[in-house]
């Protein structure tokens, strides 16, 4: 049924939908080389989709198009057009295919290429309630895919990929654009929810070395226990105004300095959470406090995973992506950080703009281009 | 990014309680003689260790030439040396620093080793108390010291943990090359030290994710302040109501990466809600399985990194207990795919102070001696796992204590042993098997009274001996209960450790050999016969000779001395077994030309001969008969290095290995149903062996299939082994 499709002429419209266990990600072709010919052929119910997803920036209460990575002028399939950026909560999935019933998504004929975990969990939802067929893709496939074509299509203006400049000097630490030639082997870290590690040795070759599950979903489950918080976007702001170090026990803190036999400096965090066995140091600590701890914790825990990988499977370049790290500039430079400082300087820890759509991505490649 | 052990102000609820008082007989023992202190105070408890020399009575033998009676038995005073390890709450720290000041007589201390987060804290109170000057050591070192120690002298010490199976602790043959290893020491934080030899060690890792994290972040989230209650609460909940499982992801399991749904995808990935209460129970339950988890995949990446396949997990966070001992065998399963064991220590919480009373005792070269776990000092592994039974309720919040001897000899394996590595001394474990297990406990039990009645019959002449016979008796029947609760208690129960506790006991109770008496008059006795026994052997053909010797050996009861009742669990070995059965079965080898190396026991057990009684023996029978050898070099005379009715042929004299080595031999001939039976049974020799024992228990003749005196005579050839002219070793 998939292939037949394909061998028809791609008809419009071109999602691809990663849903993950917290956020669904969408991307979303716009057209702009629309023919006149095409326009009338257009039927209304794609037209409407096509109007209220570009002409608004927040879907409901909680979707949001992220504007500031839409990339304009993008040739697909020999069709010009502009690729929008699309989240919602993955909790909020059944608003969605309510909307897409109400728009007839389903009267459209087109396929609807997905990934992540949800593609599985909710298949039946998508077909029950919006008379939708998924055809569900792998998300490490889909990750990949979408890595490496994002990052060529954007290698002409902006760079998508960048790192951090004197990661260990926090007054001359800034971020500068890296060029991800000759890429390979490189070791790919997925910070959603819970944290994916590949090794990908070549665009079809890769393997999933290991992953925690302590990441993205963890930080946030933390935060909203220890502070009554509820969003992402309160945690991290919480974050940035406390200090961590009131939560954590550092080295200094039981050595009074460094503890020079194992080369260990003074202020790394000894114990997490270390001092929070004291009464009176509990009573003493900010809800913001807490929720910088819970972000040190989780970011250095994945970083001393990653270095030890990195280790293992003898690759040098660590690329991080995911939404953990959207608007998390303090994670990302803690990352840069790590990975510079425990290496000795022989890791360089790699971002993305795109950080958590790549799934996505991959997924619109395969309707076009089907592997 | 981590350290050892964590200092905490609030770590229990209990004040100094200065009126309590000390049992003296039981704990801080010989602090008169107590020499070389060391202190390791910790989060929680503190570890103090001490060296005192110990007097107790010994039974000698002596050639005695002009009387009518073979030898003499003395009883004399000996003063071996012994390592005492005693670790309590903290909150006893200063009734006890008064206790040992008003005990202790040795004026030449002058300093206490000290290591843990806590010394700094007590320092002051440990100088002003004892007049010692603290003098502090590194915690990694004395930890790594501590570690090599236990591994190198206690057998059974490491053990991996499985919570469901029939014996929830499998203790592992120690190894007798014990380097390299991981110890992954899980204080408030996390170290990972790669230890490669005696001297040389590297913290090649770490984390902030420790114990500290699990309590901390625990009592923020549950208010529940005690470490111990927040694993008893996580014990008790749900992780699966806060964790989001891959099976919350994908509605089932990720197949192509081979995923289970219910592996946790993102921990307290559900609790990322503000509108949800979340019930204590299953918060720490999270929380454990996330700390649990992280380190085990660090563990398990640092042992790939460093190719390195024995890991041990220690640390506050571990101790003993059974749901973190699980949750990190869980994990380290899992990230290794079941290609490395998580290791724990039974002494685990000991090794600081053992570090660092090492440190202090460097002159007196501790490292060059064999040391043994004293079974009637020690307390034993308890478990405290949260439906613990009422004996060990009461032992928590009290003392826990670890004794050790230092041997006379230093014990080494037997060279002949195929594969030392994977050499069990045992034949039946009882840790696994519960049948025996209730069978000899019963069996140990009800042999008691007998043993009391010998014990105290051996000191007709003191009147104080019903009353410590009595100690003993009271003594032994606890270790007894311990066990029947507690089989793991001190590595795999066996035949061999109930027998030796019972040793122990005895000694501890100034019973050091219960039996000599009797040894005596039997030796005596058979000695009278001797002569008239190996006439009539020689009389006979070559073949029936053969037949006759072997008789000899096994039961000793072909001369007419009529079958014994079986009146306690062994049957004698003396007298007729040694004079008229083992000795007339070397004479033949001898006079064969063979060169034989008789071994024996170093020490009294049972009825077993010492080798100080066979020292007169064989120069009372040379005296007598003429075959040549008997007088010759040509037999050799040794001690086993062991005090026990069994055998562990993994710690021998390291005299008897010498001389095996150099006579060459080629073959090994073990006598006796607790060396050939008990132990040895499955031992596999690179040579060609003997193994020869009358099997003197029903059950146990039941249990092998066959018939109460029923012999077994196992005659083994390694592939590709025969026998050559080397010596022929005899171990009864």
Known sequence: ?371 | MAECVGVDSNTSGHSMDKSITLPPDEIFRNLENAKRFAIDIGGSLTKLAYYSTVQHKVAKVRSFDTTAKLYEISVQEEVTARLHFIKFENAYIETCLDFIKDHLVNTETKVIKATGGGAHKFKELIEKKLGLNVDKEDEMTCLIKGCNFVLKNIPHEAFVYARHADSEFRFQTANPDIFPYLLVNIGSGVSIVKVESEDQFERIGGSSIGGGTFWGLGALLTKTKRFDELLQLASKGQHTNVDMLVKDIYGGSYGCLGLTGDLIASSFGKSATADKEFSKEDMAKSLLHMISNDIGQLACLYAKLHNLSRVYFGGFFIRGHPVTMHTITYSINFFTKGEVQALFLRHEGYLGAIGAFLKGAEEDNPNQYSWGENYAGSSGLMSVSPDMNPMQRARSGTFDMLEMDRLERQLVNLPLLQDPSSYIPDTVDLTEDALARDYWLYCFEDALDGVVKRAVASQPDIPEAVVRAEKFRQKYRHKLLTLRHQPFAYGSLTVRSLLDTREHCLNEFNFPDPYSKIKQRENDMALKHYQRTVESLDALSWEDRQFALVSGVLAGNVFDWGAKAVSDIFFLNLGVDIILGVMPFVRELLSRGTEVVLASNSGPALNDVTNGELQILTERIAAMDPVAGLQEDRLTLVQSGSSSPCLDLSRLDKVLAMVVRERQTDLVIIEGMGRAIHTNYYATLSCESLKMAVIKNSWLADRLGGKLFSVVFKYEVPLGKVHHNGATLMLS
């Open chain 1, 1 to 371: 049924h998939f292939v037949s499709l394909i061998k028809k002429k791609l008809t419009f419209p071109w999602f691809g939908m990663d849903i993950g266990g917290t956020l669904v990600k969408l991307v979303y072709f716009e057209p702009k080389d629309i023919t006149a010919e095409e326009e009338q052929e257009e039927v209304d119910n794609l037209k409407s989709i096509r109007r209220y997803l570009t002409s608004n920036i927040a879907y409901g209460k909680t979707g949001h198009r992220d504007v500031h990575l839409e990339l304009q002028d993008l040739t697909l399939c020999g069709r010009t057009g502009n690729l929008h950026f699309i989240r919602f909560p993955t909790q909020d999935l059944p608003a969605f295919l309510q909307m897409a019933r109400n728009k007839h998504f389903s009267s459209l004929h087109t396929t609807l290429c997905a990934t992540g975990g949800g593609a599985y969990k909710f298949e039946s939802d998508f077909r029950t309630m919006a008379d939708l067929q998924l055809h569900k893709l792998d998300e490490l496939d889909c990750l990949i895919r979408g890595v490496l074509y994002i990052d060529s299509v954007m290698s002409r203006g902006l760079s998508e990929c960048y790192y951090f400049e004197n990661p260990t000097d926090p007054d001359h630490c800034i971020q500068k654009p890296y060029t991800l030639e000759n890429p390979y082997p490189l070791l790919l870290v997925n910070i959603g929810s819970g944290v994916s590690i590949l090794a990908v040795y070549s665009e079809n070759n890769y393997k999933r070395v290991t992953g925690t599950s302590l990441g993205g979903g963890t930080f946030l489950g933390l935060c909203c226990l220890l502070t009554g918080c509820s969003t992402f976007e309160e945690a991290l702001k919480m974050a940035s105004d406390g200090e961590s170090t009131r939560v954590d026990k550092l080295v200094r803190d039981i050595y009074g300095g460094d503890y020079e036999r194992f080369g260990l400096p003074g202020w790394a965090v000894a114990s997490s959470f270390g001092n929070m066995m004291s009464k009176e140091k509990r009573e003493s600590v900010s809800k913001e406090d807490l929720a910088r701890a819970t972000l040190v914790t989780i970011t250095n825990n994945i970083g001393s995973i990653t270095r030890m990988c990195a280790l293992n499977e003898n690759i040098e370049r660590v690329v991080f992506v995911g939404n953990f790290l959207r608007v998390n500039t303090l994670s990302m430079k803690l990352l840069a950080y790590a990975m510079d400082y425990w290496s000795k300087g022989q890791l360089k820890a790699l971002f993305l703009q795109h950080e958590g759509y790549f799934g996505a991505v991959g997924a619109l490649l395969e309707l076009l281009h089907p592997s």
